[in-house]
């Protein structure tokens, strides 16, 4: 580890500290629908598409009517998505002369997509054709992002109103958080990734000739438009089966620091955002706060592993951290940093291969996810998970003082304890209970490019980053069989709808009831206390769930390589 290194971070962790209040403040202002700077500009568009829609913006639904228009919104992206997959072939802008891609990789990108996963097994631009790549795989990625944030605004509703039986209108929602959050945010962006080298176009792949004399084809294409709202909406899915390690998704350590901010920027806002409904900015510091120790703690440990080595290596006088996998361009800190964030958010955007990281390196993204992705998390999906955690936290605060617990305004009781209780619960269920499957059926095994440990590791993480709607991958496991598509779509459905439906049912439950007042026997929740309680709950409800897998995987490797045993892959 360097100075040098941990300046990097400082800068970084600063930068998004700063800007959180100022993309909060603006993104209360859109959903409040009270006027900005862009209004003039895109109140006209916003009418015209509730007139196309036949939407009534003061119309609100109840959370039931909500959480439909949300499994409905996405029934018709899966479809759009699918037949854009199977008829690729027959459709324009695919100079490239893409295929149809086959039924079942089909149905997991379909999915992926719109549960804002991404998880990709395929190569971007081996597989899709540009208009796929366009309208099909960029288009869900504003939609799903967009999806993450209004439903957190939905539980923020429930939490600021009482005595109401509303928490907004999906389509309103939907349609101020892309016409003035994500689409001018992305639009400059794409602009600035284009200076920085990135390729935007829709002219053919370029054949050029090799110093040796080889025919090599570059890919190019509509690239820069897709990377910024992968990165902004944490969704993941890149142009290239590379991801953000391939030069033409990420070709300067300018571009890369841009990318990470962008990755958290969203999702650290939505702090400040709670802060300002509940009426009292505090409270949505003390959730950054715990989303920012939690990263703190997994950036110093990812990054001392990677910094440290392998022991074995460092052995035979090979020192200097360990390289393989990472882009000389951004080094170890920038690989780390970069590894923690996008498992931290539920981004899966990668610039170095997590399968080549130490165990323990690899363990912190893994951990992240295993965690509910709740350390600032996907645009949305991590402060509504925070949401849930904070809750069972309250609760266990309320059994050890012998009072009903509440929190900002509200009482927490049964109900809310149970759906936050089944939110929680049912994401262990996919991540443990298909890695076991997995590991019980021989083409799942066969699929394992490494041996021991490590293997079982790549499968977990697999099941880990579906579940979690991350989309990363160890990038050591083939991930394109019936097997793996099948029940990757399945682990990332789950994953994503059957958490949604008890946090709506949370919103709905908390809106309806009445505010108290604070009194002197309820919990202070802006505090250092508070803080260390709902760290504590998230890592014990952690430790407890996934410490025997971790066991059989990543503490097991590093144990093993450090009594002198090595695994070789196939």
Request: hydrophobic share 50%; charged share 10%.
């Amino acid at each position: 580890m360097t100075v040098i290194g941990w300046a990097q971070i400082l800068l970084y962790c600063a930068i998004i500290v700063a800007i959180t209040p100022i993309l909060g403040g603006y993104m209360t202002r859109v959903f409040n629908g009270e006027r900005t700077f862009l209004s003039p500009l895109l109140r006209p568009i916003e009418i015209g598409i509730y007139k196309i829609a036949g939407v009534d913006e003061r119309r609100e639904q109840n959370w039931v009517v909500y959480t439909i228009a949300v499994l409905l919104f996405h029934v018709g992206g899966f479809v759009l998505l699918y037949v854009l997959c199977r008829a690729q072939g027959y459709l324009p802008f695919n100079p490239a002369g893409q295929t149809a891609v086959e039924q079942g990789l089909s149905l997991n990108t379909a999915i992926s997509f719109i549960t804002n996963t991404n998880w990709q097994n395929y190569g971007g631009e081996s597989t899709m054709s540009y208009l796929v790549q366009m309208f099909g795989l960029t288009h869900q990625n504003y939609l799903s992002a967009a999806t993450g944030i209004v439903l957190a605004m939905a539980l923020i509703r429930g939490f600021t109103r009482h005595s109401v039986r509303t928490v907004g209108n999906f389509w309103v929602d939907v349609t101020r958080c892309t016409l003035y959050i994500l689409l001018p945010i992305c639009i400059p962006y794409a602009l600035f990734l284009v200076w920085q080298g990135i390729p935007q176009t829709l002219g053919p792949y370029v054949d050029a000739t090799t110093l040796e004399g080889a025919k090599q084809t570059i890919a190019v294409g509509p690239v820069a438009s897709q990377i910024a709202i992968k990165m902004l909406g944490t969704n993941g899915g890149g142009f290239f089966n590379a991801n953000a390690a391939h030069p033409f998704e990420n070709p300067t350590a300018l571009s890369d620091f841009v990318q990470i901010i962008s990755i958290f920027a969203i999702g650290a806002a939505l702090t400040n955002v709670f802060g300002r409904m509940v009426g009292n900015q505090r409270q949505g510091w003390a959730i950054f706060a715990i989303m920012g120790i939690l990263f703190v703690v997994g950036v110093f440990f990812c990054y001392w592993a990677e910094a440290h080595g392998n022991d074995a290596l460092n052995a035979l006088g090979l020192t200097g951290g360990n390289m393989e996998g990472k882009e000389v361009r951004f080094g170890i800190v920038g690989s780390a940093l970069f590894a923690v964030i996008t498992t931290a958010a539920s981004c899966g955007a990668v610039n170095a291969m997590h399968d080549a990281f130490t165990a323990l390196g690899g363990m912190i993204p893994l951990i992240n996810m295993e965690l509910g992705e709740v350390i600032i998390g996907g645009v949305g999906a991590g402060m509504y998970g925070m949401l849930l955690f904070v809750i069972v936290s309250i609760f266990v605060a309320g059994l050890m003082v012998g009072r009903t617990p509440e929190y900002v305004g509200k009482k927490i009781e049964a109900k809310e304890v149970k759906m936050a209780m089944l939110a929680i619960l049912v994401l262990p269920l996919m991540y443990l209970g298909w890695t076991a499957v997995a590991m019980q059926v021989p083409s799942a095994v066969a699929s394992m490019n490494n041996p021991g440990p490590h293997g079982f590791t790549e499968v977990l993480y697999a099941y880990t980053s579906q579940t979690a709607n991350n989309g990363s991958a160890f990038a050591g496991l083939n991930g394109n069989t019936l097997f793996y598509n099948l029940t990757g779509a399945v682990a990332m459905f789950v994953g994503r709808f059957w958490v949604i439906i008890p946090k709506m049912a949370i919103a709905g439950s908390l809106a309806a009831k009445k505010s108290i007042p604070a009194s002197s026997g309820t919990f202070p929740t802006t505090g250092g206390l508070f803080v260390g309680l709902v760290i504590g709950v998230i890592v014990i409800i952690g430790g407890l769930t996934f410490f025997p897998a971790l066991a059989l995987g990543p503490i097991v490797e590093q144990l093993a390589q450090n009594a002198g045993t090595l695994f070789s892959s196939n």
